[in-house]
């Protein structure tokens, strides 16, 4: 069976049953011209947007269908997470093709609908569009934070602490793998395919005023970086050394004779967060994030001026830019 | 010069160029992670999402770039017209073909950009993703509505009476026309490319009290008379003779051996509002609409039971469903 062969009726009340149930907030849901919301008061609205395109971000040949939905609603929440916000909803834009078996359609809202439970987002609504081509999840995510909480990417000062939380370079190993003869290893695949946003390590850094920055990795540590100097006005120096690559990634461009740390900050998949914070809020950062699934490691340290540098064993030279280029 | 021969940053910088200036409540804009906005106090937040795809939404042959855009909003500011919602903002996700040219890009924009400033719609955000294929542009809109004066499609009784705005069947007729020699009526080619979505008529309504029952026109009339009638648990008996087909769409129609009115009650693309009233509100609608630019007609009357009926001179019928199948 098809996608084709249901009403978009039928697909709506597939997805109701899929997604978490609504809160008393939601006011009007699913299936309705819009969606009706009662907003939090004393709260900024925080909303990000990112789009899923098979064949630009997934490939169906080997992400099975419910790490797609995942996938889609993940990069939102890093999003927020990398705000200090705290996720309230989603709307679901999807554009569908018609050859789409309905069995897939199911498996995606059910990897959508199961990350969404895990962090209390309440999805109310979306839109159903036909694809005469590739397959695309557009995601709307809306969270709130205190004022006085929110984390920008300005912000950091000279002397400021670096930290990138969990690993990086296993989701671009994990997607290497995939891609060839089979996953060599469980744990770099599933960072790929399953990535967990840091969205409760942004909330706690937020609350417990222990970040003077902070940003997410979507776009690879170098970027990621390259950003939060740029808008704090500050230069970083990066100590290669202390990067915290993943082991079975590290092997496995090894093996390659590839650069393992050039691969691993330049890697758009991890969804982790960079944060800089005073050297003084070390107990700070020890309170927020002291039962954190990803802790924080510190990877380097704010400088005066602008430049961006990454040492290796003394040998300094400017970071690279990472992947940057639209087309 | 196309799209794939900028990088990202320079696109969201022309994009930034084209859309209305910030207001004060925007605590972050256009090129963080997400967009940060103050709330409205005592107010319920409207959110839709809507996606136009090319070659399903729109032919890029006969579709110039900026009714593009256009279209892309009015469509989903229809949506919050119809709920009574005073839109606020908007995020604008598109994926872009790499062969897009940039000048194609940029009045796609400007055509966005203008129906948001005549609407004081911000831009908060959006995303940027390449297209192995079609142009999609995903817009997501927030409004605002007082609870007490939000329009729903439910709250309809028997004797109320079924109006519509403005007139039917002209945009279906102008995609016709397009679509062939070339258009033989701009009116009607107009309605096509640039509709003029009915927010101040859904706000007026809204605020006046004057509507048990609204919604819009995206899927035709047909489908919104049997939207109302379910929602309200009413019947709907529509009078044919009295449907405000636009003139030259029924002549365009007839000239064809096509039978004008069924093609107008059936057809998407108007988007005009279908509301319902008590006999006794006739004053509060003249109040509201008193300089309407889309005065409305009374088409019908809501029955007891749940028959939606197309009455043509005496001869009554079961009103067509219009095009529901997703595929």
Redo the contacts between chains.
Sequence with gaps: V??????????VSRIQALVPPSPPWL??GIG??????????N?????????L?????FDRRFTPPDAIGHRALAVNLS??G??G?EPR?A?L?L??P?ALPVADFESMIQGFGALAARHRVCV???????????L?L?V?V?GV?K?RQ?L??QGARPGDLVFVTGSIGGAAAGLQMLGSAGPASDSCARRYLYPSPRVRTGVLLARNRAASAC??L?DGLADAVHQVAAASGVGIRIDAGALPVHGDARRWFEARGEDAVERAICSSDDYELLFTSRPRWAGRIRNALRSSEAPPTQIGVCTPGLEVVLDRGGDSSAMSFGY????
């Design positions: 098809l996608v084709s062969d249901l009403t978009e009726a039928d697909l006011t009007v309705d011209d819009a969606a009706v919301v009662e907003p939090v008061s709260r900024l609205e925080v909303l990000s947007v990112d789009a395109v098979e064949g630009v971000h999003d927020l990398a705000m916000a909803l709307l834009s554009v569908l018609a109310v609504g979306g839109n159903l569009a036909r694809s005469p081509g590739p695309i557009d709307t809306s934070v004022r929110l920008r990417r940003i997410d979507s940057k280029h639209f087309g």
